[in-house]
Antibody, heavy 117, light 108 residues
Framework: EVQLVESGGGLVKPGGSLRLSCAAS????????MNWVRQAPGKGLEWVSS????????HYADSVKGRFTISRDNAKNSLYLQMNSLRAEDTAVYYC??????????WGQGTLVTVSS | EIVLTQSPGTLSLSPGERATLSCRAS???????LAWYQQKPGQAPRLLIY???SRATGIPDRFSGSGSGTDFTLTISRLEPEDFAVYYC?????????FGPGTKVHIK
């Protein structure tokens, strides 16, 4: 069964940095694009970033461009999100999600990032 | 930039009733890249429908999707207790995902 397990969330001060990780299993990781999607408390879903299987193409939402960096290590079946210059509005549950044909077919359980002084 | 609008914001229904959820795009979109998700409190979203009308693996046939152009619909033919949740539509285009604001289906 496909599994995506996020880690690395926590409390960070405004302007600080955090690195999220996602461990994937039970599928050929390198064959799939991967995404980060976030959800602020009590709010809807917001796509953050995508990366193709070979890391050839990377895309970001305007809200995080220049501050967040997505990457992956196919040898380790792992996805990452480096988050710098964090703001209060970045507070959310961050989901690691597998992409397939324009959808997200599997989601992790999420990791909570809280940006507060 | 495509904006997705969902209506109604909240739907109050009883188990056994039919639910009809709407998703409207600000411009014509490809049906191939229109999906629906279900999210229950404290859980990650789950893919229900992709390509506007194809059910994802393991999704019961009481869930169906339809539509084209700018107007799409998710129908739950007979609500089961486990169907009370928030439903999001989603479009993929220009290398980015866009989600609608969601429709909450709750027990009347």
């Amino acid at each position: 069964e496909v599994q995506l397990v996020e880690s690395g969330g926590g409390l960070v001060k405004p302007g600080g940095s955090l690195r999220l990780s996602c461990a994937a299993s039970a599928f050929t990781f390198s064959s799939y694009s991967m995404n980060w999607v976030r959800q602020a408390p009590g709010k809807g879903l917001e796509w953050v970033s995508s990366i193709t299987g070979s890391s050839s193409y990377i895309h970001y939402a305007d809200s995080v461009k220049g501050r967040f960096t997505i990457s992956r290590d196919n040898a380790k079946n792992s996805l990452y999100l480096q988050m710098n210059s964090l703001r209060a509005e970045d507070t959310a549950v961050y989901y690691c999600a597998r992409g397939k044909a324009g959808t997200v077919d599997y989601w992790g359980q999420g990791t909570l990032v809280t940006v507060s002084s | 930039e495509i904006v997705l609008t969902q209506s109604p914001g909240t739907l109050s229904l009883s188990p056994g009733e039919r639910a009809t959820l709407s998703c409207r795009a600000s411009q014509t979109v490809s049906s191939s890249y229109l999906a629906w998700y279900q999210q229950k409190p404290g859980q990650a979203p789950r893919l229900l429908i992709y390509g506007a009308s194809s059910r994802a693996t393991g999704i019961p046939d009481r869930f169906s999707g339809s539509g084209s152009g700018t107007d799409f619909t998710l129908t739950i033919s007979r609500l089961e207790p486990e169907d009370f949740a928030v439903y999001y539509c989603q479009h993929y285009g220009s290398s980015q995902f866009t989600f609608g604001p969601g429709t909450k289906v709750h027990i009347k």
